[in-house]
């Protein structure tokens, strides 16, 4: 059995291994080590150590961002290899317009959407991120009946990503 196995083994037994600060191997609880366990460490002592260091040096998987916006896997994908500054302006930019937007309460998760919006190239848009959008939530677009085929009251559902012909990016955004 290579140290991999043994290893996969071991924990299966419900035995912990972990290296210690000093490069050493220690393994807990002793109360479920056999006889077996402790002859099989005592021979692969240093092949486990060396397992052991190995996994300690993988990356860390992708953050899972948490966000009810997307999917684990979109959040994943949204995080992947970090932000840079481009992306960290963008969506610093956007949570600041969505909290004065009054949408506080959604304001990191609906940037963070944007934030892989962007990643993926797709061109839709939030009305949040439009111009037109007014405080009392009307399209003025629409209000001066510049919007085909759309009341002039019209309240669009602000937090859903389409493509709109009246659309004007909002200062400050990009
Ligand atoms: S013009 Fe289009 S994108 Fe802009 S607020 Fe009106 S409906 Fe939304």
Excluded: K, Y
């Excluded at 992708?62 to 840079?84: A, F, I, K, V, Y």
């Excluded at 963070?112 to 949040?128: A, V």
């Excluded at 037109?132 to 003025?140: S, T």
């Amino acid at each position: 059995m290579g140290a991999p196995e043994l290893l996969h083994h071991l924990r299966g037994a419900g035995l912990v291994l972990t290296l210690t600060p000093a490069g050493g191997l220690h393994v807990a609880p002793r109360t479920a080590l056999t006889d077996d366990h402790r002859a099989a460490i005592r021979t692969e002592r240093d092949a486990l150590v060396l397992a052991l260091q190995a996994e300690a040096e993988q990356p860390p998987p992708p953050r899972r961002s948490g966000n009810p916006l997307m999917t684990p896997e979109q959040g994943d994908e949204c995080h992947t290899g970090g932000w840079d500054d481009a992306e960290i302006d963008a969506f610093t930019s956007s949570q600041a317009r969505f909290t004065r937007m009054r949408r506080a309460a959604h304001a990191d998760h609906l940037a963070e959407r944007l934030t892989l919006r962007d990643r993926q190239h797709d061109d839709r848009r939030l009305c949040l991120e439009c111009v037109a959008l007014a405080d009392n939530r009307r399209c003025l677009v629409a209000a001066r009946g510049r919007l085909a085929g759309a009341d002039r009251r019209l309240e669009p559902v602000p937090t859903i990503l389409q493509r709109c012909p009246g659309f004007t990016l909002a200062p400050g955004l990009r």
